[in-house]
């Protein structure tokens, strides 16, 4: 446990250390602010179906902070240890391979929801200044942000599957970024093709639609099934990591 | 407290280690010698739990390195070839992060990077930034990093490796206080190093164990050349009559004060030709102001034993 720790603390320090890791978290905030605007912008022109909750993370805003952000967390994490050299040093330490990816994908989760908290913010910001000018309905807000947490682990543990494939950043940056496009778009293709495919598949592609699954909760419904996905989907992720580090240590 | 028996790492097309068998108890100081490419890094490796052999086993403090890897990584303390290190935290972060990944905590940590800080001289940098550091104080983390769980194996691969010579004689210094605590594996290209600190060596050449003995029975065994150097003048034809002495190889004409003469003969191994190139001399009735017989050196070993494939 205290490994496990140990191993956290120290990656945090290191996101914290990277000038990376602010110019992400400048982004995201600037993106969810115009996002945030564009909500208003729309609620502004005439009484709406839809409420801020809804728009704001409907927007096309959204979707541009969504997918930078996931490479550029997970794409150092055991690449650079790799590059260093330092994966030697490491893995003769008295350490679990399942301790080091557990330690660096946690750190990358708690990074990733210290990114998401400022947009919180802005609602309650909102909500004080203006004197609740709009309802802001709690419930899809906080399923919302539940919601964008799982997503987040799902993405992460694609980041730190191609982080552990190679050595050079980059490389697994454009993989990581390449599996959570391709992932969103399967979604969005199968729904406009809609009836040329067949019944089936239709609805296994509602299953995993991204786009659904956040539209579904900011207007208010949890749905447990696509939090479930998301976990599971993390889990096997990680799993494949774990695969990968220990081929590479007991090639034989 | 290393039991290596026939260990083989092969890797497509090449064998870097092949059926290595040697052990070594504790409290003693290991030199791992060899040409670059011999298998020397690889089998530190495999001792440090870094890679599985292909074949063969090996165990350290009676645990497998495979097996029981994390028991095995327990007791070694590894510093890998250039000292890998996190170059964007301080010495005493770094050292306080890999002594709590060793199992220390509390107390016990701080007292220990403490110790280990003050044993490789880097109190004066331990707030640096390990990116700033030079070669030689990033070699001394690796060691005060290796040296901190007070591990009873210490695997060292090439610790003095692009230091000066004062930094290579306190490490040397260092070591020598750690030598009856410990067991210490290290492996250096400097022979005048492995000559003063250890009591055998391995010699490695193609992933094939050469050699496992003390430096003096290696000299002494071995059949090594030696050199002869001679200063005389008088007479002529001097370099052809001593290459016709029974025994003598090779003869070369040195620098020397006019009209001395200094010449070295390479002579076959465990030959003796003072006496014959004494009786020369005083046949042709030269004289002689130097005679001197250079026994062969670890160097000389180590050139005979590797020769073969260069």
Redesign the interface.
């Known amino acids: 446990m205290?490994?496990l720790l140990?191993?956290f603390f120290?990656e945090l320090?290191?996101f914290f250390?990277?000038p990376v890791a602010y110019i992400v978290l400048a982004m995201v905030m600037v993106i969810n602010g115009f996002s945030f605007r564009g909500a208003i912008a729309a609620l502004e022109s005439g009484p709406q179906q839809g409420s801020l909750v809804s728009y704001t993370f409907t927007s096309p805003w959204f979707w541009w902070s969504y997918f930078f952000v996931f490479p550029l967390l997970t794409m150092r994490l055991f690449s650079e240890e790799r590059k260093?050299?330092?994966w030697?040093?490491?893995?003769?330490?008295?350490?679990?391979t399942w301790q080091v990816i557990a330690g660096k994908y946690l750190a990358a989760v708690f990074f990733y929801c210290l990114l998401w908290a400022p947009s919180l913010l802005n609602f309650f910001v909102f909500q004080w200044m203006t004197a609740s000018a709009a309802d802001i309905p709690t419930g899809a807000l906080y399923s919302t942000y539940l919601l964008i947490f799982f997503m987040g682990l799902f993405n992460l543990a694609v980041g730190c599957f191609t982080s552990s494939l190679t050595s050079n950043q980059i490389v697994a940056a454009v993989m990581s970024f390449t599996i959570s496009l391709l992932h969103f778009v399967v979604g969005i293709f199968a729904l406009y093709l809609g009836r040329r495919l067949p019944e089936a598949l239709i609805d296994i592609v509602h299953y995993i639609t991204t786009k659904e699954h956040l539209e579904l909760f900011a207007s208010g419904l949890m749905d447990t099934r696509p939090l479930v996905y998301y976990g599971v989907v993390a889990l096997l992720f990680l799993t494949f990591t774990h695969y990968v580090l220990e081929f590479r240590?007991?090639?034989? | 407290m290393i039991e290596v028996t026939n260990l083989s790492k092969h890797y497509v097309g090449r064998t870097a280690v092949d059926n290595l068998t040697f052990s070594v108890e504790p409290g003693e100081v290991v030199g791992f010698l060899g040409p670059n490419g011999a298998g020397k890094s690889t089998t530190m490796r495999i001792l440090a739990g870094y890679l599985p052999p292909s074949a063969g086993s090996a165990k350290v403090n009676g645990f497998d390195t495979f097996k029981q890897s994390i028991q095995a990584r327990r007791s070694v303390g590894y510093m890998p070839e250039n000292a890998p290190l996190y170059l964007d935290m301080r010495v005493k972060e770094y050292l306080h992060f890999r002594g709590a990944l060793k199992g220390l905590s509390g107390r016990e940590l701080r007292r220990r990077t403490g110790e280990v800080m003050e044993g490789c001289q880097l109190d004066d940098v331990r707030r640096k930034i390990i990116g700033n550091l030079s070669k030689g104080f990033r070699q001394r983390v690796a060691l005060a990093d290796a040296l901190l769980g007070r591990p009873p194996l210490l695997i060292l691969d090439e610790p003095t490796n692009g230091l000066d010579p004062n930094q290579i004689r306190h490490i040397r210094q260092l070591l020598h206080a750690f030598k009856s605590r410990q067991t210490i594996l290290l492996s250096t290209h400097i022979l005048s190093e492995i000559e003063a600190s250890c009591d055998r060596i391995l010699l490695l050449h193609h992933g094939k164990l050469r050699a496992n003995d003390t430096p003096q029975n290696l000299v002494r065994k071995l059949r090594v050349a030696s050199d002869v150097h001679v200063e005389l003048t008088g007479g002529k034809d001097h370099a052809t009559l001593l290459a016709q002495i029974n025994g003598v190889r090779k003869v070369t004409e040195d620098k020397a004060d006019s009209p001395w003469l200094r010449f070295t003969l390479r002579v076959e191994a465990r030959a003796d030709i003072r006496e014959s190139l004494f009786d020369m001399a005083l046949k042709n009735k030269w004289q002689v102001r130097e005679l001197h017989r250079e026994l062969p050196r670890l160097e000389d070993v180590f050139v005979e034993l590797t020769m073969s494939d260069h």
């Open positions: 205290t490994v140990t191993l120290k320090r290191s250390y990277s260093l050299g330092t030697e040093t490491l893995f003769t330490a008295p350490v679990h240590r007991w090639r034989v």
